[in-house]
């Protein structure tokens, strides 16, 4: 698409704008501009751009244009209004029919519309059908949105002594001008910024809210439902430039691919792969497809010596070191690549499928797969959708993305469970199947379980024999010497126990800056949302991490409690300018879902490296990794106080899959209804909590040198710690 940037009281802000242009200007090469909010000047390209012929005003903004349609120079204008936009309003015509407007494009019609009425009503972008990322300067008033997904992104910066106010399309803009704490906007929020004042302020968007279900159709009315909607959001998306498709051959693409094709759509499918392995699972299914189906396919593919030198350039990039990330950047940037060479404008992608559709294995797990699916659509933006944009628009190609239409996401998440996933059986998105079976699909295809991309096209593999033939101790520490800094800084939610610390570690190997902790204390036992930790110990465990810690008091009542936890991740960003929190969470979507709201009101990014891991693999990978923890409280069936102050090693993970295996046979004294009382192995359910006591990442280890314990029957009961000392880990001392 394009690019947009701008700065508003800055001594120097058409220079900064000039030279954020130059550094995004991939974004869009077509042509620029820029204004300072008295008048615009359009140039070829920014490195053209005559800095004396524009009076400095302290505030300026600017665009790179990725043309589609047509050439629509921006910055446009309206008197002493102005907008920079990187947009596709898919409805443009039918609004200027609603608002009687007569512009003659979509960003036009998005300028017509917003200056005369967003002020007023920030609801009017719910009248918007499409995707987008814009600045509106109305008298004054400076505001940025983005689209309720997230598809197109905004970074910002913010100066609360002095009221400079400064954004971008790319992160990497922002930083190489020298910002620190760079934020990402929330699709959910509306930045307000007013120049005179130079007051900050924010406006929600309410998100995508579950409908009622549609059982009431059956499941063959709702696969013919689906495919309607399928085919619009694909039409409406249909660029009149060089089309290209990312094509796996699965489920997914084939799909786009079968609706373009049955369109009369002229494009070009693209699979990169890593060679040296055997041929891809994916590739041998995308060769077929693409025969039977009389496809242009061009495949790409690199040996694994090469790996590195594209990852010196990914990496930096995506601003991940992220092993799933890298795995799936890479054959993104090669097809791109190749995508390029063949003057391609737009790219199709399956993305956002598997979210709504259930496709990951991870919902075979789930206790709500409408609330799962929700909440990943409210992360896809951070997790998936800016890795994708920035590759893609790496090589001045836009990405489009049909299955992230608004009106296809209302429908699938109204339909029932059992229209998209049959635990017993182990498949998932029934329906999707069953579309690509009415297009025609052989039973093969639609009946193939996902591969997920870095698996399918050997890209792990290279990964992973790259490492260790680096002699690093897995593919995240190897990834991580090819980030030239830390990716974000990031607080990390932390109770002491087994599941905040491996997701402190999990975050750090994937080079995150752990600025600090973050506990809340309740009074209250029975919290919903936090365990009742030893203050005196998690200060212990902050120093022995050399990880300073913020700590919060709370009564425990339900809800009343998140204020607390707001109140201490406004310390923490104010203190160590945190741009994220990181979540130890496995399955308690209670607990994912008001931390994620939290994080959307402090415009903070939520990371939960553990949701939806398999409990005994938890276990495993903290064992594997020398984490030394002990349970400090037991409330399960089975759990007898011989486990109080128990270090947890291989064996007794072992004798805790036992128990769990006992309880489900209904075998044993008081298990008789598993069903009733179910046994986490994780303690997910409050069946035990943990302390540790040393990782991987601390600098010195705890040991408690005295303890109590407090029995209140046979299977409830908790130590209390009288003395604890922290001991060097090498040499044993104090």
């Known amino acids: 698409m394009c690019g947009i940037t701008g700065f508003f009281n800055f001594d120097n802000a058409k220079e900064l704008t000039q030279k954020s242009l130059i550094i995004i200007k991939n974004r869009g090469m077509d042509s620029c501009g820029i204004s300072n909010l008295d008048n615009v000047n359009y140039y070829k390209d920014p490195e053209n751009i005559k800095l004396d012929e524009i009076k400095e005003t302290k505030s300026a903004i600017g665009h790179v244009l990725h043309s589609i349609v047509s050439i629509t120079k921006q910055p446009l204008m309206n008197k002493k209004n102005f907008l920079v936009a990187n947009c596709e309003i898919y409805n443009w015509k039918q609004i ?18 917003l200056e005369n009425k967003i002020i007023e009503n920030i609801k009017i972008l719910d009248q918007l059908d499409g995707v987008w990322a814009f600045c509106l300067v109305v008298n004054k008033n400076v505001i940025l949105s983005r689209d309720i997904i997230g598809e197109k992104p905004i970074w910002f910066v913010y100066n609360e002594s002095n009221g400079s106010f400064g954004f971008s399309s790319e992160k990497k803009s922002l930083k190489k001008l020298g910002f620190e704490n760079i934020e990402l906007l929330s699709p959910r929020r509306v930045i307000t910024y007013n120049i005179e004042t130079k007051k900050l302020g924010f406006v929600d968007r309410k998100f995508i809210t579950i409908p009622k279900s549609e059982n ?60 040296g392995f055997g041929e891809p699972r994916d590739l041998e299914y995308a060769k077929k497809i693409a025969r039977e189906m009389n496809l242009n396919l061009k495949t790409i593919s690199i040996d694994y010596k090469t790996i590195s030198k594209l990852l010196e350039k990914i990496i930096p990039l995506i601003e991940s070191s992220n092993p799933i990330k890298v795995g799936v950047a890479l054959p993104i940037y090669l097809a791109s690549t190749k995508a390029k060479e063949d003057e391609v404008k737009v790219l199709f992608s399956g993305l956002g499928a598997d979210e709504i559709f259930a496709g990951y294995s991870r919902f075979n797990e789930s206790n709500n797969i409408q609330l799962d699916s929700l909440n990943l659509l409210q992360q896809i933006h951070e997790n998936d959708i800016y890795r994708d944009d920035v590759l893609t628009m790496d090589n001045e190609i836009e990405l489009r993305l049909p299955y992230l239409d608004m009106d296809l996401i209302k429908f699938t998440l109204g339909l029932a469970d059992n229209y998209k996933i049959d635990v017993k059986e182990n498949k998932n998105k029934l329906i999707l199947r069953e579309v690509a079976k009415n297009l025609g699909q052989p039973q093969e295809i639609f009946n193939r379980k996902k591969i997920a991309a870095q698996y399918g096209s050997n890209f792990d593999k290279g990964i992973e024999k790259l490492a260790k033939e680096s002699k690093h101790k897995g593919k995240a520490d190897y990834l991580t010497t090819f980030a030239k800094e830390k990716n974000m800084k990031l607080a990390c939610l932390y109770s002491g126990g087994k599941d905040s610390n491996l997701a402190l570690y999990i975050m750090q190997r994937q080079n995150y800056e752990i600025s600090c902790l973050v506990s809340i204390i309740p009074a209250n036992p029975d919290s919903y949302m ?102 400090c409280k037991i409330a399960g069936y089975g759990l007898t106080e011989k486990w109080l102050n128990k270090r947890i090693q291989e064996k007794e993970v072992k004798d805790l899959i036992r128990l769990n295996n006992k309880l489900k046979s209904g075998l044993g004294r008081g298990y008789i209804n598993s069903k009733h009382y179910g046994f986490n192995i994780a303690g997910e359910g409050g069946e035990y909590e943990t302390l540790v006591l040393s990782g991987p990442t601390f600098k010195k280890k705890i040991v408690i040198k005295d303890y109590s314990k407090v029995l209140k029957n046979e299977f409830t009961g908790y130590i209390t710690i009288k003395k604890a000392e922290l001991i060097d880990k090498e040499t044993k001392k104090k």
């Not at 200027?96 to 007569?102: G, I, V």
């Open 96 to 113: 200027n029919k609603k608002y009687d407007l007569t512009t003659e494009n979509d960003a036009h019609t998005l300028f017509s519309l």
């Open 216 to 275: 009431k159709i059956t499941f063959e009315e709702a696969s013919k439902k689906l495919e309607l909607l399928l085919v619009n959001s694909i039409k409406k998306r249909i660029p009149n430039k060089k089309l290209g498709l990312l094509f796996s051959g699965g489920i997914d693409s084939v799909i786009l691919a079968n609706i373009l094709k049955n369109e009369g759509i002229d494009f070009t499918c693209y699979f990169a792969y890593c060679d």
């Open 530 to 631: 936090f365990q009742q930790p030893n203050i005196n110990f998690l200060k212990l465990q902050a120093e022995a991490l050399d990880i300073p810690l913020v700590s919060r008091n709370t009564e425990g009542e339900k809800e009343k409690e998140l204020k607390d936890l707001k109140i201490a991740l406004e310390i923490a960003k104010k203190k160590y300018g945190i741009t994220g929190v990181v979540s130890g969470a496995l399955y308690s979507n209670y607990q994912r879902e008001r931390i994620q709201n939290i994080c959307n009101q402090l415009n903070l990014r939520m990371f939960s490296p553990l949701w939806h891991k398999k409990q005994d693999q938890e276990l495993f990978e903290l064992v594997d990794n020398k984490f030394e923890f002990v349970m």
